[in-house]
C-alpha cells in the first residue's frame, strides 16, 4: 500500500494551496513536511528531490513530483475530477488556466510594496468583475447545471470556489452581482469534504500575512 500522500512547502499557501484544496475535495488524507529555512530547501535540492530544483514537491503514489500542474493534473486524473473524455478535459483545463491566471495575481499581491497595493487591488477587482467573473456566470447560465462541465464535479468547480474565497478575502462582495457562482461556491462548500476543509484547525491555510511572508522571503531567498 501507498503511504500517505506527504507535501513539501513552507507553512502557507502560496502554490501549494490549490493542491491541499485539490487533495482534501477527493477526500485524500495527506501530510506536511514544512520547509523552515534555507537549509531545508537546500538538502532537498542537494538530495536530487526536486528535478527542476524548486518547491511544491509532493511524494504521491511512489512518485516525488514537482511543476503546480503536473501535480494537480495526476491528483485529478485519479480521482475522477478530469471530465469524461478530451472534450470535457479541454474545457476543463480552459476554464482552470483562466483561473489561474486571476489567482496569479492574489498569490502574488502580499509581497507587493505598500505603495504599489491599492493599484493591484484596483487591477484584482477590475479583472475579476469586468473579466473572469462574468465569463464563469455565463458558462453557468448558459447550460443551467450545476457544474462547470458535464453536470458533474470536476477540478474547475474546486479551483474557481477556490478562487471565489480568495477574491473575498481581498475585497468582500465582488461575487454580489453573480448568483450562479454564489450558488457554485455554497455547492461545493457543502461536499462534505470540502465542508471539513473550510472548518477552522483543517489543513488549509490562512492568508499571507507579514510574518509568513518574511519566512517565504528568507526560504527562497528573496529580497
Same mark, same amino acid.
Given at each position: 500500500?501507498?503511504?500517505?500522500?506527504?507535501?513539501?512547502?513552507?507553512?502557507?499557501?502560496?502554490?501549494?494551496?490549490?493542491?491541499?484544496?485539490?487533495?482534501?475535495?477527493?477526500?485524500?488524507?495527506?501530510?506536511?513536511?514544512?520547509?523552515?529555512?534555507?537549509?531545508?530547501?537546500?538538502?532537498?535540492?542537494? *538530495?536530487?528531490?526536486?528535478?527542476?530544483?524548486?518547491?511544491?514537491?509532493?511524494? @504521491? *503514489?511512489?512518485?516525488?513530483?514537482?511543476?503546480?500542474?503536473? @501535480?494537480?493534473?495526476?491528483?485529478?486524473?485519479?480521482?475522477?475530477?478530469?471530465?469524461?473524455?478530451?472534450?470535457?478535459?479541454? %474545457?476543463?483545463?480552459?476554464? @482552470?488556466?483562466?483561473?489561474?491566471?486571476?489567482?496569479?495575481?492574489?498569490?502574488?499581491?502580499?509581497?507587493?510594496?505598500?505603495?504599489?497595493?491599492?493599484?493591484?487591488?484596483?487591477?484584482? +477587482?477590475?479583472? =475579476? =468583475?469586468?473579466? &473572469?467573473?462574468?465569463?464563469?456566470?455565463?458558462?453557468?447560465?448558459?447550460?443551467?447545471?450545476?457544474?462547470?462541465?458535464?453536470?458533474? #464535479?470536476?477540478?474547475? *468547480?474546486?479551483?474557481?470556489?477556490?478562487? @471565489? &474565497?480568495?477574491?473575498?478575502?481581498?475585497?468582500?462582495? %465582488?461575487?454580489?452581482?453573480?448568483? %450562479?457562482?454564489?450558488?457554485?461556491?455554497?455547492?461545493?462548500?457543502?461536499?462534505? =469534504?470540502?465542508?471539513?476543509?473550510?472548518?477552522?484547525?483543517?489543513?488549509?491555510?490562512?492568508?499571507?500575512?507579514? +510574518?509568513?511572508?518574511? #519566512?517565504?522571503?528568507?526560504?527562497?531567498? %528573496?529580497?
Amino acid at each position: 500500500m501507498p503511504g500517505k500522500v506527504k507535501l513539501h512547502y513552507f507553512d502557507g499557501r502560496g502554490r501549494m494551496e490549490s493542491i491541499r484544496w485539490l487533495l482534501a475535495a477527493a477526500g485524500v488524507e495527506f501530510e506536511e513536511k514544512y520547509i523552515t529555512s534555507p537549509e531545508d530547501l537546500d538538502k532537498l535540492r542537494d *538530495d536530487g528531490r526536486l528535478m527542476f530544483q524548486q518547491v511544491p514537491m509532493v511524494e @504521491i *503514489d511512489g512518485m516525488e513530483l514537482v511543476q503546480t500542474r503536473a @501535480i494537480l493534473n495526476y491528483i485529478a486524473s485519479k480521482h475522477n475530477l478530469y471530465g469524461k473524455d478530451l472534450k470535457e478535459r479541454a %474545457l476543463i483545463d480552459m476554464y @482552470i488556466e483562466g483561473v489561474a491566471d486571476l489567482n496569479e495575481m492574489i498569490i502574488v499581491f502580499p509581497g507587493h510594496p505598500p505603495e504599489e497595493k491599492a493599484a493591484k487591488l484596483a487591477l484584482i +477587482k477590475e479583472k =475579476t =468583475t469586468n473579466r &473572469y467573473f462574468p465569463a464563469f456566470e455565463k458558462v453557468l447560465k448558459s447550460h443551467g447545471q450545476d457544474y462547470l462541465v458535464g453536470n458533474r #464535479l470536476s477540478r474547475a *468547480d474546486i479551483h474557481l470556489v477556490e478562487l @471565489i &474565497y480568495n477574491v473575498e478575502e481581498l475585497h468582500p462582495g %465582488l461575487t454580489n452581482n453573480f448568483p %450562479l457562482l454564489k450558488a457554485l461556491q455554497t455547492r461545493i462548500s457543502n461536499l462534505p =469534504t470540502v465542508k471539513k476543509f473550510l472548518q477552522p484547525g483543517s489543513q488549509r491555510k490562512p492568508p499571507l500575512d507579514a +510574518k509568513c511572508l518574511e #519566512l517565504a522571503k528568507r526560504i527562497f531567498r %528573496l529580497p
